[in-house]
């Protein structure tokens, strides 16, 4: 009898482990649209760099550098969504769906960084790094959100959307922000996949510049945008400016423009960036969440 107990729980313990594992890994296309932003919709200020990608390009586009995964549940809801590519972005909402997301992005031969809140991508690095994957450089980064934005009473800074004419201007900027976060130049790296980037960013009317004498005062640029959030990147002001109220009133009157058209404005901060946290906390930001970005050795190519 005390057997037959014990291999009906082991049977029922073997059950129980292939249901935590059931689920259906499936890479998403174009026409699934609706369905994946009604899902990362439930949490905007984390997954607004995957929804604006979809909303500009579509699921399956070589714009977005890389390919969208869903894991489904038993009953075919999705459980979780990842951006597997240069960039790897998840959004999970069960830990079978975040491992088995794992376990597909750690077969991606040329991802350059993995990016997600700090306790989540922990989890995940488990499941990655068991194929031998190692990090080049890791930092830990402070989510900022904006509603309301800060009205100082400085006078009209002329923010302006920048034009292919301030392009030069722009990709130096640029590639020195991505240098100090990375350790790797995209110009050096890439530069004509850089340039396009930038010039296409620019012909999207999401880099707002200030210029003046034909140098550049102040930069930003708005990496992702939806209805709900706008997700900045790229902010930067001259070193005669940094120390002055001027920062603060380009980001005021950024602000002010941009939620016009969003809720909110979300960014990053380097952790260990305390000027810059003093800053941003001046504008009128709040902190939100830590996160994590892990650098991947670097590759021979980039999609």
Not at 90 to 95: A, I, M, R
Not at 136 to 144: G, Q
Not at 174 to 192: C, K, R, T, W, Y
Request: glycine letters at 6%.
């Amino acid at each position: 009898m005390l057997q037959t107990t014990t291999t009906t729980n082991r049977n029922r313990a073997s059950l129980e482990i292939s249901y935590m594992n059931a689920g259906n890994i499936e890479c998403l296309g174009n026409g699934q649209e609706a369905e994946v932003i009604q899902f990362l919709k439930e949490r905007p200020i984390h997954t607004v760099a995957m929804l604006g990608l979809i909303r500009d390009n579509g699921l399956a586009s070589k714009l977005n550098r890389g390919n969208f995964y869903g894991y489904r549940d038993v009953n075919g809801n999705l459980e979780g969504v990842a951006l597997v590519g240069h960039a790897t972005l998840l959004e999970t909402v069960s830990d079978r769906a975040l491992r088995a997301l794992a376990r597909v992005a750690r077969e991606c031969p040329f991802t350059h960084m993995i990016m997600g809140e700090q306790d989540r991508l922990a989890d995940l690095w488990i499941e990655y790094s068991a194929a031998g994957h190692k990090t080049r450089h890791t930092c830990s980064e402070w989510l900022f959100e904006l509603r309301s934005p800060v009205v100082t009473d400085q006078a009209d800074r002329k923010l302006q959307l920048a034009t292919a004419a301030e392009l030069d201007l722009v990709m130096p900027v640029q590639a020195e922000l991505a240098f100090e976060e990375s350790g790797i130049n995209p110009l050096s790296v890439d530069p004509e996949g850089f340039r396009k980037r930038c010039l296409r960013r620019i012909e999207q009317g999401r880099t707002w510049v200030a210029v003046e004498d034909g140098k550049l005062i102040f930069k930003a640029d708005i990496i992702s945008q939806t209805a709900e959030v706008v997700y900045l990147e790229g902010i930067w002001i001259c070193k005669e400016k940094r120390n002055s109220d001027a920062a603060v009133g380009f980001m005021s009157e950024l602000s002010q423009k941009l939620l016009q058209e969003a809720k909110s404005i979300c960014l990053l901060v380097n952790e260990t960036n305390k000027r810059a946290q003093a800053f941003y906390k001046k504008c009128g930001f709040l902190f939100r969440a830590t996160y994590k970005t892990i650098f991947l050795p670097q590759k021979e190519r980039c999609n």
